[in-house]
């Protein structure tokens, strides 16, 4: 079974930061695209960033500037760094591993962003 574990979550005041990671573990095949998405309390899940099998990337308007993403294959592992946090990025994060036949899910972590 594949699974995909986040870590890094937790209670930052406005203006800190924080890392996500999400290990990979398992059988998974034809990887495309490694994302971060994530889900504000009372709101839909939405993407915030992407890491494309070539390296490129891809960022929410609303983390452009202060949140990356990047990989380490090696660990097979996929990391957020979020810089310049505001009460508006508190949610829950995703980690999703993007197939040729599928997507894979992470159980999510919190974030929450409060002074």
């Known amino acids: 079974q594949v699974q995909l574990v986040e870590s890094g979550g937790g209670l930052v005041q406005p203006g800190g930061s924080l890392r996500l990671a999400c290990v990979a573990s398992?059988?998974?095949?034809?990887?495309?695209?490694m994302s971060w998405y994530r889900q504000p309390p009372g709101n839909e899940r939405a993407l915030v960033a992407s890491i494309f099998r070539g390296g490129g990337t891809n960022y929410a308007d609303s983390a452009k500037g202060r949140f990356t993403i990047s990989r380490d294959n090696a660990k097979n592992t996929v990391y957020l760094e979020m810089n310049n946090l505001k009460p508006e990025d508190t949610a829950v994060y995703y980690c999703?591993?993007?197939?040729?036949?599928?997507?894979?899910w992470g159980q999510g972590t919190q974030v929450t962003v409060s002074s």
């Open positions: 398992g059988s998974i095949s034809g990887i495309i695209s």
């Open positions: 999703n591993v993007g197939t040729f036949f599928r997507s894979h």
